[in-house]
């Protein structure tokens, strides 16, 4: 019933929207278009909402929903406020005070980011599970019945997502803090306001909409995971939506489910824009000198670095440590010429080709919508781009069920016309790219527009009057002056194809599985070592651009200043 409903969308589409689209102008009608391609497959999951089957979310009630929503609402909550906690707290220290290390944590602590939550899950579980080393050392050390915290609860999944989510907070909060002038401080003093008085009366109300931002995107990374939850046993919307799909095979009630999880996240959106938008917290820097940090000496200076080194050691640096270990031992053990090498060339082949289709696709999207938007800078055209970035804030689940249902539709409506038969474009590569398209297009369209607005608009005006179309320019003059953010935008949406789970898994053609598809299958079998090499691949490529971040974030102001 839900194809056939999309397949009369898809005929509504085609007899009235498009004809009018191209009877007006063209760039409008671009613009449109892209919008649309990303919107569709959203709209028909949330299109479920308006007619929900009752038996379905009968038995959903009296199984497992109750349980799902409330670990999903623990969950979300939790992973919000642990990463505002933790992001606010580490960003502060290495903005506001000199201590030993200082200026290699202040990038360093960014690092975790390149290491997904559900290869941090897998390596935190094969450390402490039961037969674990940890466990098994206290087991020999203290007898067998050694009480030590089962693994496999909320708790763990909570740890792990704050862990690797954590860096989306500390990034822009130690933007915001940079940005404060040492007026303000001035300002505290006369009023007698003591350092850490300032920190909260007047250092968070100016950061506030930089840290409900970061929140925002930790939590709505925390909405969307499934993989490191079902690791730790722990289930969630996300991942009821993969178990009722793959595991009990009812298509519908994963569709209504997914359905709900969509207008979780628009609820969510909603909630961020409606409190970062009453922060009315203003400040004027213009060239006023930032404010001098305050050195720590003797213990006290000692401690942070040893905590931030606690830190940065548990979410990065000792589980790449084992990962090491885990990929030498399984390559020493098969050898050059074992399965693991044979295994490891496919997946990456095919992980690679996937990646770069995906990324060009997406990038040649982002740079038809951004100059679309250049040329058509009005109200609607703000309100089109904003739509049509609206996927990456959505979970994987929700945009491989809704890719996939649009693409049936499609191949359905196609095959009503006799252009084909059978699914065409459903388990295809193009219906994958497209849904890495829909779920990326924000990534790449972010590091496009941001290279548009550094070109003048001189330039344009100059090659206009002398008879070149908007086209002409785009190729001629702004593809060659914004190459660098371009080849940005192709490595941040190729590594984050790479490190893509939930839509590689609903929507991958037969026999193509990725690295991320290796070592989650590996990791949930058990196999550490074997998993180990697909995860350590992918950490090294996610380490791409983190480094990238770093870069851009800008050097340490007081890196050059004697401690």
Known sequence: MTVQNATQLFRGIRNTSFGAMWRGSGRHALLLLLTLLVVLPLSIVLLELLTPTRQIWAHLWETILPVMLRNTLLLVVGVGGGTLLMGTGLAWLVTAYRFPGRSLFDWALLLPLALPSYILAFVYVATFDFVGPVHSTLRVWFGPDVWFPRIDTGWSALVVLIATL?????????????????????????????????????????????????????????????????????????????????????????????????????????????????????????????????????????????????????????????????TWQ??????????????????????????????????????????????????????????????YAMPGAVIGVGVLLTLTALDRTLSAWSIGAGLLLAGSLVGLTYAYVVRFLAVSYGSVEASLETVTPTLEHAARSLGDGPLRVLYRIHIPLISRGLFTALILVFVDVMKELPITLLLRPFGMDTLAIWAYLLAAEGFWEAAAVPSLSIVVAGLVPVLLLVRLSGEDPYSNQSS
């Open 330 to 391: 399984e390559v020493a053990k098969q050898g050059p010429g074992g399965t693991l090498n044979v295994a490891f060339q496919r997946y990456m082949a095919t992980t690679l080709t996937i990646a770069m289709l995906a990324a060009l696709a997406a990038l040649i999207w982002a740079l038809l919508l951004a100059h679309s938007a250049r040329l058509n800078n009005g109200r609607w055209t703000r309100f089109g781009v904003r739509i049509a970035t609206l996927g």
């Open 166 to 326: 954590y860096p989306y907070v500390y990034l822009l909060a130690r933007t915001a803090f940079r940005a404060q002038s040492a007026y303000t401080f001035d300002a505290a003093r006369t009023m007698g306001l003591n350092r850490t008085a300032t920190f909260f009366r007047l250092v968070l109300p100016l950061a506030r909409p930089a840290l409900i931002t970061g929140m925002s995107l930790a939590m709505m990374e925390a909405l969307g995971d499934f993989a490191t939850v079902r690791l730790f046993n722990y289930p969630t919307l996300s991942e009821g939506v993969f178990r009722i799909w793959e595991g009990m095979m009812n298509r519908s009630a994963a569709l209504e489910l997914a359905a709900l999880l969509c207008l979780v996240t628009l609820l969510l959106i909603l909630c961020e824009r409606i409190l970062r938008g009453a922060a009315r917290y203003t400040q004027t820097t213009g060239q006023a000198p930032r404010p001098t940090p305050v050195i720590l000496r003797g213990r006290v200076a000692w401690s942070v670095t040893l905590g931030l080194s606690m830190v940065l050691s548990v979410t990065f640096v000792l589980p790449i440590g084992q990962l090491a270990i885990w």
